[in-house]
């Protein structure tokens, strides 16, 4: 996806959660157990404000958040910060410099793309937790928000951090997982310290597959379903198999 696509989903996806949101701050967030929508609408916020800054100054800030974000109004916080967004992309063109923690790729294209993805997924949370429809999700955002899951966010963090995922993978007798959607699909290898990941559904019989229409895979591998979808999405192979990749993808998402 192009990053001017990518900007478009995010101005739409925003649109959807500042309407959402405001329906009940203090209702639970199902998808997300420890949040109401408040916390969900500062989180939002204050992710916009980090990327900002990232961007503004080259590097990641720390410490994050600062103090004072904890007391701000939690929508005024969230128009506050996506507006200071919007204007520090306006200002950069995607292959410009910025501070990301994926070492591949330290461009303002990065954030682009993962703003996008960060907002659909808690545009969907804060939809659940109010209680309304789930909005429909662009084919080509939920494949790319796939894409994106299972490289930049786990295979990228067991190759960087690969004790946070020891308990995990120590004991891996190496298995395989095929991800399949409408026009796309993508084979993971697993072992000791390894979380690999190919374009394609890959050769041979795969140890579990996933598969389902673009938003809903999106949703599953996000732990994002609710009972109104769930039979959308096909889960075929063993039980420690699955296990194992649902435990890598909560680790590396945490």
């Known amino acids: 996806m192009e990053s001017t696509r990518f900007l478009e989903c995010l101005a739409t996806d925003f649109a959807r959660l500042r309407a959402v949101a405001p329906i009940d701050q203090a ?27 990232a961007m503004r100054e080259g590097a990641e800030p720390e410490p994050w958040p600062p103090a004072e974000l904890a007391t701000e109004e939690p929508l005024a916080l969230l128009d506050r910060a996506y507006a200071g967004l919007l204007a520090e ?6 292959e410009d410099p910025a501070g990301t923690w994926y070492t591949p790729d330290q461009t303002v294209g990065f954030w682009i793309r993962r703003m996008a993805q960060e907002t659909v997924i808690h545009r969907i949370d804060a939809e659940l937790g109010t209680g309304q429809p789930v909005a429909p999700v662009p084919t080509d955002l939920a494949v790319d928000g796939i894409d994106e899951l299972l490289k930049v966010f786990v295979a990228y963090s067991v190759s960087e951090w690969a004790d946070a995922f020891a308990d995990i993978l120590a004991g891996s007798p190496g298995r395989t997982y095929t991800v399949r959607t409408d026009g796309a699909a993508w084979r993971v290898s697993t072992g000791r310290e390894r979380f690999d990941v190919a374009d394609g559904p890959g050769e041979g019989r795969p ?36 296990d194992e990749l649902r435990r890598c993808i909560v680790v590396a998402t945490q």
């Open 89 to 94: 992309f306006a200002t950069r063109r995607p």
């Open 27 to 53: 209702a639970r967030v199902p998808s997300c157990p420890e949040w109401t929508v408040a916390d969900l609408t500062r989180h939002v916020g204050q992710v916009y404000l980090h990327k900002t800054v």
């Open 207 to 242: 140890d579990v597959t996933v598969s389902g229409p673009p938003v809903a895979v999106l949703r599953w591998v996000w732990n994002r379903e609710s009972v109104d979808q769930a039979s959308d999405v096909t889960v075929e192979g063993e039980p420690q198999a699955l």
